[in-house]
């Protein structure tokens, strides 16, 4: 599967983005995804995780209550929503998926095999 990032910019600290990872090559529905972000000088870090049903999400606890994932399986598309952004959300994004059989698994972060290419937040303070 190919996975394509957008949707990163640069906005205000306070304001709002939202990230989509669009899916290609085979049936998005069986992929467990997530988002992973990496500011300049520091390692990736995990932001959040959707089953591929739907069911379940995780999210690291620097965003939680400020980020929200989802997924459209129809569509192929995995959003990241971003509201009330601070500075040291500035990072690189990435979206990964991995086939999983078990629509309610959360993929461990190191398990993911297909990676998209990133997409730049900037949130100026």
């Known amino acids: 599967v190919q996975l394509q990032a957008s949707g990163g910019g640069l906005v205000q600290a306070g304001g709002s983005l939202r990230l989509s990872c669009a899916a290609s090559?085979?049936?998005?529905?069986?992929?467990?995804t997530g988002w992973f972000r990496q500011a300049p000088g520091k390692e990736r870090e995990s932001v959040a995780a959707?089953?591929?049903?739907?069911?379940?999400?995780a999210y690291a606890d620097s965003v939680k209550g400020r980020f929200t994932i989802s997924r459209d399986n129809a569509k192929n598309l995995v959003y990241l929503q971003m509201n009330s952004l601070k500075p040291e959300d500035t990072a690189v994004y990435y979206c990964?998926?991995?086939?999983?059989?078990?629509?309610?698994?959360?993929?461990?972060?190191?398990?993911?095999?297909?990676w998209g290419q990133g997409t730049l937040v900037t949130v100026s303070s």
């Open positions: 959707i089953s591929w049903s739907n069911y379940n999400t």
């Open positions: 090559g085979r049936t998005f529905r069986s992929y467990g």
């Open positions: 990964a998926a991995h086939q999983v059989y078990s629509a309610l698994a959360i993929v461990p972060d190191e398990e993911y095999p297909y």
